[in-house]
Antibody
Framework: QLQLQESGPGLVKPSETLSLTCSVS??????????WGWIRQSPGKGLEWIGS???????YYNPSLKSRVTISVDTSKNQFSLKLTSVTAADTAVYYCVSQTSGVVDNWGRGTLVTVSS | DIQMTQSPSTLSASVGDRVTLTCRASQNISSWLAWHQQKPGKAPKLLIYKASSLDSGVPSRFSGSGSGTEFTLTISSLQPDDFATYYCQQYDTSPWTFGQGTKVEIK
């Protein structure tokens, strides 16, 4: 059964880079079965799709965040990662890693709270 | 971006009630709509995709319908485990977008 688990710092300072990793079990990340993505949830903006990656090389980002986001894959560790630069308090949210099939979010990680504060 | 609007924001109901939640898209999304259930402190969980297809293991009391811009999620007989917040998600056009949610609470 596919499982996803987020990891990374829970506190990031304003203007710095938020970095999270998602560990995938139950499916080789390079199989091509799924897109791998990130979604965040905050009280102010609800659920927001950040971006996805497919086959390690095709990336798709939300235009609202595209200038600050990088999603990458480490097939040797069966992980994928999120980097969000120049963070502000507005980036405080619960971040979920997810799998997607044709755009449908079909599996969610447990989520990790990231707070942006000095 | 396609805007997804859910109504009502909160729905109060009793165990055994039939409840219907509505989701409207700002433009035609055909049947490319999913419903997710989220309980407090937990991650969302996929219930329905392609407007009316139940994900594996989802009880048959859940059903979805609609196409184009108007969609509904119906719970035929509300169970204690169903009190949660429900989100619709369109996947017709990137960026994929979600509604703001409907909270189903105990009356």
């Amino acid at each position: 059964q596919l499982q996803l688990q987020e990891s990374g710092p829970g506190l990031v300072k304003p203007s710095e880079t938020l970095s999270l990793t998602c560990s995938v079990s139950g499916e080789p990340i390079s199989s091509g079965t799924y897109y791998w993505g990130w979604i965040r949830q905050s009280p102010g903006k609800g659920l927001e799709w950040i971006g996805s990656v497919y086959y390690s090389e095709y990336t798709y980002y939300n235009p609202s965040l595209k200038s600050r986001v990088t999603i990458s894959v480490d097939t040797s560790k069966n992980q994928f990662s999120l980097k969000l630069t120049s963070v502000t308090a507005a980036d405080t949210a619960v971040y979920y890693c997810v799998s997607q099939t044709s755009g449908v979010v079909d599996n969610w990680g447990r989520g990790t709270l990231v707070t942006v504060s000095s | 971006d396609i805007q997804m609007t859910q109504s009502p924001s909160t729905l109060s109901a009793s165990v055994g009630d039939r409840v219907t939640l509505t989701c409207r898209a700002s433009q035609n999304i055909s049947s490319w709509l999913a419903w997710h259930q989220q309980k407090p402190g937990k991650a969302p969980k996929l219930l329905i995709y392609k407007a009316s297809s139940l994900d594996s293991g989802v009880p048959s009391r859940f059903s979805g319908s609609g196409s184009g811009t108007e969609f509904t999620l119906t719970i035929s007989s509300l169970q204690p485990d169903d009190f949660a917040t429900y989100y619709c998600q369109q996947y017709d056009t990137s960026p994929w977008t979600f509604g703001q949610g409907t909270k189903v609470e105990i009356k």
